[in-house]
């Protein structure tokens, strides 16, 4: 009997990673956001679209999308992911966009997580507008920020983008929220596109 081993990803190119990231968004797009009543891909879109209508740079609205495709750790190719280390879903993101995009998309990205632990630090009225599944990660992840954490948070050069990425995010979860479907984003991902 011959046994089929699953093929790791190969690594996208500069000219195929759009093509790439909507491969992940048409296969794993329907997978449930655990503990949220929309989609992985319903929640990244929406979070993109509450950054468009924010106003948002085009970096902003890309790292909006982009924000949780660390989640689809099997369709990262293996060299990006952390080898014996605990494989957080915000650094495998970021770690495998950055050799495609610029700092101004990926840190948010890596810092989403961050972010939360910085806002519920910071901001007295942010915790209690967290979904509950939020909440309850925010144990896991290490709970609001010290003072310290807040202190080095804050020379972070991508602060601001880092904490407004975070509020689309937390805003992408409305199982209600009309928006637009991945194809609209191709041409701002493909504009942003860096040679690394
Ligand atoms: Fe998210």
């Known amino acids: 009997m011959t046994v089929q081993l699953k093929e790791a990803p190969s690594l996208p190119t500069h000219n195929t990673i759009v093509d790439f990231i909507e491969g ?7 997978d449930a956001y655990l503990g949220e009543s929309v989609t992985m891909a319903e929640h990244m879109l929406q979070a993109a679209w509450c950054a468009e209508q924010d106003g948002g740079t085009p970096e902003m609205i890309a790292a909006a999308l982009l924000h949780d495709l660390g989640h689809f750790t099997s369709e990262i190719p293996e060299d990006r992911l952390m080898k014996g280390t605990d494989n957080f879903h915000q650094e495998a993101g970021a770690r495998f966009l950055e050799r495609f995009f610029p700092d101004e998309v990926v840190e948010p990205i890596r ?21 509950d599944a939020s909440v309850y990660t925010l144990e896991l992840q290490g709970g609001p920020m010290s003072a310290d954490e807040v202190a080095a948070f804050e020379r972070n050069p991508h602060l601001d983008s880092c904490i407004r990425v975070r509020l689309w995010d937390d805003q992408g979860k ?15 991902l493909e504009s942003l596109i860096v040679a690394r």
């Open 24 to 30: 992940i968004f048409q296969r794993r797009g329907s």
């Open 111 to 131: 810092q989403h997580v961050a972010a939360k632990r910085y806002l519920c630090a910071v901001d007295p009225d942010y915790f209690g507008k967290l979904s």
């Open 174 to 188: 409305d199982p209600d929220m009309p928006h637009p479907g991945f194809k609209r984003y191709r041409p701002l």
